[in-house]
């Protein structure tokens, strides 16, 4: 498996090289970031070679289109979903993903329609590229009644919406937090297979009660007690060989990159160190 | 326009025969009904003389394939989706008819992923025999809170739904009542295309405003509150020329389908005669 | 019906306002045109005044994708496909269509697995704008042997393609020229449903046996052999009101447009005066 | 990996009860056969038994629609395709299968657009019973030129195909003798993704130029010129581990079932004993 990074839980980066060299310095192999930004910032060489030189590569990239409002905010963002597919090909980054609210203001049942045709259309785009769409299911249980309306957080829903969505590239975003939050545990990885997996988020829970736990307060991986060697190893043993990026959600940390950095590199360390 | 019955508001038949004998001798040119159980009882070609010999046509079958509940009652169904459908078309009906509840126990989000899955498989099956399918949505209130959480119940998410399913042969089944009760008028059905339209169900409300109307207790066409010459003369100049059935739901009625067909009668008379 | 044009068989003009212009002058009421090169030549707001001033609408625009070669080359038009569509819509234009060339050197099979996948994709990103997609079967009898191996020419083959593609928003471009190579009469348009037609060519052909017809040597409506009146007439009765647009593709014309224009003012009065 | 029998090169067996016991006798642990006709012929609870008490399992069956010819015989079809896929989850088989004809007297584009929208017909129907269908590409060379047209033989097509049917359960049936014909490598199997393996045959072909082997001249497993061990080590590597089942379809060969039995345990011991 390759160790990620996304962008939260390290503080502030001046810009992406700084963020792709310091990733590079503390021994992660992927950064997640929005492939199109780059190389509208350095260019298509400069990126590469940013990126070739560190021995790092993109992981994923977030899904820009927004799909859960109008239609016309919808379209409006399928011009530069082209666009960063192209970019995220030219960097030999094929996979893009999304996470989805657990509750919901509208209609759920509406909505569902409405999100159904519309990630489709997205992953029909996607699938042009070779590039496959991870799904995050979002288990945080204040999460579920923030809204009105209960939407879906659990892994099988996610799957089933998956199987109606019915393109061939869409798949699961992994997260540890939320396969806590959802009371999962090894059998249930075990059980999936290896193509139903996009992309995975590592990051650890405080140790309370799962219905207490906050989305925006996570731990690093180790810190907590979710089971991380047990996730890791329930992903290898089904073949999963990909990118296993860093979120850390949390309004309370420091800014401090090297800081967090280096508690990062600890994180990893204990946890891979285990498997 | 093809005046038609349902069984709704009739009483009780001996059989199909009598339905059918009778609906002709009311002037009615279609009735609603299941082919396969048609067929079953009579054998195909004296099923086809009971229909000519009355100038009776099927005007739409009911969908048996229980798409709410779970994948084996769904499975269930399929085997005698196919026989159904070969019966209708040997009966030459290319029309199938299902409801939608406008609330439900389950995660209103996960049912609809399940029933969009499932209802597109019955209507890509029905596709192969010709068949199209006709989606009722059900605007009753009362009906929008009995189940835990909203559904949908409205023309404007049922068109979006039909959206979503994805195949070609998949339309509206427009209930006047359930225009009513969702508050529309003509204009909205000015605004349909003739090709959304698969079959229309028509009958009349009580004079009382639409949150407190019970989906069981309605009148007979013309006997109410709802514009159905206005409901009529918008199907018509959108083109629309095929059957329009009555459905009588109430459970008040007497049950001497003599008194009902001739009720019916007038009822039809009154509200076609004015169109 | 809308009497139309597309730049084939008009001579040169100096820019799209002149066309626009001079069509208006004319006293035609749609031109096809690119949307896309429309706003990047006038902007958006002088280019609807150019259409609005003169009265002339969009009436479709050709599919810039380039779905009969590579992955490479397919990818490469879907960014300017959404470009396109944006300013389709924003022109009030909801028509793009595309041809099928009769005979391919690519294994015919092989080449519509890939076709219909394209296809449906640049479909699908059409839909989300509310623009419908026309493809043109070509029957010229030259074309069906110019290249190894035989594609699809026939409006039966085609219909039947666009229900595998399976995306609601596809149908035909009819073309006056193919409808009469492909040895159709008025009875085949009048088996269509309304739904099925998107845009409308119109041109004649010269006196010989379809099987000699070149598709480069068409004549202006009335001009020929082609029964155009029936054409009309035809897609009249079965509802079709929209944009039928003129596409005299000759190589042996005159470049004069003022002499051109004429010459198809009155080929629209004489056939057009007859329905 | 599973060893498995098809009925061809067996001789002939009594009926499905002899098959199974002789399978086993022999050491084989799966047979593909027909599940609904088992069923039929010894109930549920025997045929359940008969598979138990030998341990055998059931590999895979054929897909008993039509979907070469007319409409009418499609249809004709699908019923006991639901009975069939019935039979089959009773029996705990989840793999159907069907093969290609690598030409075809029908215009190629056209029967692939008639194809395409039967086996996505087919597959969906099969998938909502969480079967997969198999696609055999078939690549004897003579039978590319047998019917007029070319239609399509290549791995690379077939995976086209699937890519274009569009659904999540269907991929490949692996023959060896069509890898070999096809002039395929241990390379294009290391290339496959594990999903997109439903089924795998194994035959041999005798030592002549590829281009001149007849598709029902084949031999046992190591007795010809492919290179099996290669073939099984490339599936085994990307984590293959269901039924490799020996086809060989051969005119010439004895009708004594005890003979061909034998030939073949020693076949497969021959050459999974060198992987």
């Not at 042009?128 to 799904?135: D, K, P, Q, S, Y």
């Not at 579920?144 to 969505?165: E, G, V, Y």
Request: with cysteine.
């Amino acid at each position: 498996m390759i160790k990620g990074l996304t962008r939260s839980g390290l503080g502030v980066f001046r810009d992406d090289e700084q963020y792709i060299t310091r990733a590079a310095q503390f021994g992660f192999q992927s950064v997640d970031l929005d492939p199109l930004e780059l190389i509208q910032q350095y260019g298509g060489d400069y990126s590469k070679h940013l990126l070739e030189s560190n021995r790092v590569i993109v992981g994923a990239f977030g899904l820009t289109v927004d799909w859960r409002t109008t239609d016309e905010q919808f379209r409006e963002g399928l011009k530069s979903l082209v666009e960063t597919a192209e970019a995220a090909v030219s960097m030999n980054c094929f996979k893009c993903c999304t996470y989805i609210l657990p509750s919901t203001d509208q209609n759920a049942a509406a909505f569902m329609t409405t999100a159904t045709r519309r990630i489709r259309l997205c992953a029909d785009i996607l699938g042009a590229f070779g590039i496959r769409l991870g799904l995050e299911f979002v288990g945080s249980h204040h999460l579920r009644t923030k809204w009105t309306h209960p939407f879906i957080w659990s892994m099988a829903d996610t799957l089933d919406w998956i199987d109606t969505i019915n393109s061939k590239n869409v798949g699961l975003l992994l997260d540890s937090y939320h396969w806590h939050t959802n009371g999962l545990d090894v059998q249930d990885l075990l059980n999936l297979k290896l193509e139903q997996i996009v992309h995975v988020h590592i990051n650890d829970a405080y140790k309370v009660p799962i219905e207490d736990l906050l989305d925006h307060e996570r731990l690093y991986p180790g810190e907590g007690g979710i089971n991380l060697v047990g996730f890791l190893k329930s992903l290898k043993t089904i073949g999963y060989s990909g990118v296993v990026a860093q979120e850390v959600i949390s309004s309370t940390l420091s800014q401090d990159s090297t800081e967090l950095l280096t508690r990062s590199k600890t994180a990893f360390d204990n946890v891979f160190g285990n498997i």
